[in-house]
């Protein structure tokens, strides 16, 4: 398995971005997969998933209302809108894929079995 991120970058407070992860090594359209960020010092954070049994998504409160995960089921392509971004979401973003056990949301990003190599997100006036 094998998801490569794109569509990090430099922005300013308040600007957008949008993040894909295009995966490859698997067919099933139905794996729980999601976007969980890493700031410097800080815990990982999962950000958002969508789960493989109906597509509900889940968000962390921090980013509830500003960002909006999507899958393209036609390729499993993952994407992640993030609009009014603030400096706070300066982080490294990974994209994941959980494909042992339940295709609900894992409680804990370590339940992801594969990961992509992350984009740089920075935010800063």
């Known amino acids: 398995v094998h998801l490569v991120e794109s569509g990090g970058g430099l922005v300013q407070p308040g600007d957008s971005l949008r993040l894909s992860c295009k995966p490859s090594g698997f067919r099933r359209n139905d794996y729980a997969m999601g976007w969980v960020r890493q700031a410097p010092g800080k815990e990982r954070e999962r950000v958002s998933c969508?789960?493989?049994?109906?597509?509900?998504?889940t968000y962390a409160d921090s980013v509830k209302g500003r960002f909006t995960i999507s899958r393209d089921l036609a390729d499993n392509t993952l994407y992640l809108q993030m609009n009014n971004l603030n400096t706070e979401d300066t982080a490294i973003y990974y994209c994941a894929v959980k494909r042992s056990g339940s295709r609900w949301c894992p409680t804990y990003s370590s339940e992801y079995d594969s990961w992509g190599q992350g984009t740089q997100v920075t935010v800063s006036s």
């Open positions: 969508i789960n493989g049994y109906d597509g509900t998504t």
